[in-house]
């Protein structure tokens, strides 16, 4: 779920006919949080007989975690517990400014470009939550005030780092035209080691002790769907280190 939204747990209290009211450990602490700037307290309440439904909210907004609730009753305390996950809310409205319309992989590897910056002090000296590397680095829709689907499955995957990162480590993206495509077509096809010129890429990667960029095409994020000149190329493409000596080449395929 996210800040914005109103969850459920249920929970089955016996005997049936006893009425009661529900108290929850775990809502003020998170399990996890990773880089985030702040972490929501959970408010949860319930009372009544046999089933008992109860509206879950998290607050404040914006803020994240993952919180591992377990509820009691009359004494007595249930065996399973309910996990909640709480990405940050900037990297859905971000996904969703981005990759509106494009497919999971799309909205996922964007994702995942940014998990890449966290700690890296050579290109994002500083960057360690979502908050402070999204503005000003990509576009984000402050309107998307809930969890939309499938919006909020594919940040969660990402904060919570339950999925591997298949961008090969990269930290940077754009969306070519489609007359930019194709000189990174030559170049993946001529396996060139010179970086082609006229791409469109954001220079994310300075050529810095022998280092320098490295173009990354992702088949699976599909094509763009923003047609005029982006019509036919990929989506986005995605930019990383390489070594710039030996025979690295300039732009690979990397398979997910």
Same mark, same amino acid.
């Given at each position: 779920?996210?800040?914005?939204?109103?969850?459920?747990?249920?929970?089955?209290?016996?005997?049936?006919?006893?009425?009661?009211?529900?108290?929850? *450990?775990?809502?003020?602490?998170?399990?996890?949080?990773?880089?985030?700037?702040?972490? !929501?307290?959970?408010?949860?309440?319930?009372?009544?007989?046999?089933?008992?439904?109860?509206?879950?909210?998290?607050?404040?907004?914006?803020?994240?975690? !993952? #919180?591992?609730?377990? *509820?009691?009753?009359?004494? *007595?305390?249930?065996?399973?517990?309910?996990?909640?996950?709480?990405?940050?809310?900037?990297?859905?409205?971000?996904?969703?400014?981005?990759?509106?319309?494009?497919?999971?992989?799309?909205?996922?590897?964007?994702?995942?470009?940014?998990?890449?910056?966290?700690?890296?002090?050579? #290109?994002?000296?500083?960057?360690?939550?979502?908050?402070?590397?999204?503005?000003?680095? *990509?576009?984000?829709?402050?309107?998307?005030?809930?969890?939309?689907?499938? #919006?909020?499955?594919?940040?969660?995957?990402?904060?919570?780092?339950?999925?591997?990162? #298949?961008?090969?480590?990269?930290?940077?993206?754009?969306?070519?035209?489609?007359?930019?495509?194709?000189?990174?077509?030559?170049?993946? /096809?001529?396996?060139?080691?010179?970086?082609?010129?006229?791409?469109?890429?954001?220079?994310?990667?300075?050529?810095? /002790?022998?280092?320098?960029?490295?173009?990354?095409?992702?088949?699976?994020?599909?094509?763009?769907?923003?047609?005029?000149?982006?019509?036919?190329?990929?989506?986005?493409?995605?930019?990383?280190?390489?070594?710039?000596?030996?025979?690295?080449?300039?732009?690979? !395929?990397?398979?997910?």
């Amino acid at each position: 779920m996210s800040t914005g939204d109103t969850g459920k747990i249920t929970v089955t209290v016996t005997p049936p006919g006893v009425a009661e009211t529900l108290s929850f *450990a775990g809502t003020s602490s998170p399990t996890s949080n990773p880089n985030s700037s702040g972490a !929501v307290t959970l408010t949860i309440s319930g009372s009544g007989s046999g089933t008992i439904t109860s509206s879950v909210t998290a607050s404040p907004t914006g803020n994240s975690g !993952v #919180y591992k609730v377990t *509820a009691s009753a009359g004494g *007595a305390t249930s065996t399973n517990s309910t996990t909640i996950y709480i990405p940050p809310q900037i990297l859905i409205q971000m996904m969703y400014a981005e990759a509106n319309g494009q497919n999971d992989s799309c909205r996922e590897a964007l994702g995942l470009a940014f998990r890449n910056r966290m700690g890296n002090s050579t #290109y994002w000296p500083g960057v360690t939550t979502y908050q402070g590397a999204i503005p000003g680095q *990509a576009s984000y829709n402050t309107s998307i005030t809930t969890g939309v689907q499938n #919006y909020l499955n594919d940040s969660v995957a990402v904060w919570s780092s339950s999925l591997a990162d #298949y961008t090969g480590g990269s930290g940077c993206f754009w969306s070519p035209t489609y007359a930019q495509w194709q000189t990174v077509q030559s170049a993946l /096809s001529s396996g060139t080691t010179t970086f082609p010129a006229n791409v469109g890429d954001p220079g994310c990667y300075k050529t810095v /002790s022998g280092y320098g960029p490295q173009i990354v095409y992702l088949s699976s994020v599909g094509t763009s769907t923003r047609g005029g000149t982006y019509a036919g190329a990929p989506a986005f493409l995605f930019e990383r280190k390489r070594a710039t000596t030996g025979s690295v080449p300039a732009a690979v !395929v990397q398979l997910n």
